[in-house]
């Protein structure tokens, strides 16, 4: 589970570098391509009656947050970026064998966290990027097996991709990219998938349940309070 606060803010009645102005926050993929988490259960039974369950979670409630408030001015450009790029994986394997076996698996994958970006006073730099970004994914993977006389299982899967990502420049902000460019964005790239497989093998009677359900519901927001 990820959870917590990651916060960068600079507030100042008046502040003049020579450079660049970098104010970054945010959660970051420890390798390209890898989740930042990554939960697995492995379950396995056998016996007379053999009960087999894996139960496998990984959730992103993190808060990220950037923020510059009062005048600046930069020789250099002004980079002010809050980013979360925590993918979360889930994988859930269960097996049962028995006279009567039961396996039931559950994997569950959520991202559900916020990214906001906050822009107010009169700033100034050689080009302006202020952004809000989420770039991560939600994978849930759930196998389930049983096998015996009687034989039952069941696999659910459940991936979803919501939370909020937000832009906002409070009222009365001014913002000069001088000979640069202004860049002002939030942006989401949601992502949620899931596999669920169960199988039963039986003399006699057998069951095998399998459920898989993705779901996508992110806010993605620029807010300018006006003058």
Do not use: C
Request: proline share 2%; charged share 10%; aromatic share 2%.
């Amino acid at each position: 589970l990820l959870g917590g606060a990651n916060h960068a803010g600079v507030s100042v009645s008046s502040l003049t570098v020579a450079g660049d102005i970098n104010i970054e926050s945010g959660n970051r993929t420890p390798q390209e391509g890898s989740p930042a988490v990554e939960s697995r259960a492995i379950a396995g039974a056998g016996g007379f009656v053999g009960v087999g369950a894996a139960v496998s979670v990984a959730s992103n409630t993190s808060a990220n947050t950037a923020t510059l408030a009062g005048t600046s001015t930069a020789g250099g450009a002004v980079n002010l970026q809050a980013l979360d790029q925590a993918s979360m994986r889930s994988e859930a394997v269960g097996s049962a064998v028995g006279v009567v076996s039961v396996g039931v698996v559950t994997a569950t994958a959520t991202q559900s966290g916020s990214v906001a970006t906050t822009v107010s006073g009169q700033h100034s730099g050689t080009g302006w990027t202020a952004a809000a970004e989420r770039d991560a994914t939600a994978v849930a993977q759930a196998t389930g097996g049983s096998a015996g006389v009687y034989a039952g299982s069941g696999a659910g899967a459940s991936a979803s991709d919501s939370g909020s990502v937000t832009l906002t420049l409070a009222s009365n902000t001014a913002l000069d990219a001088g000979t640069g460019d202004l860049n002002l964005s939030a942006k989401a790239t949601p992502s949620a998938e899931t596999l669920a497989l169960g199988i039963s093998v039986a003399r006699g009677a057998a069951v095998g349940v399998s459920v898989a359900m993705s779901e996508v519901d992110t806010s993605v927001r620029v807010l300018g309070d006006g003058p």
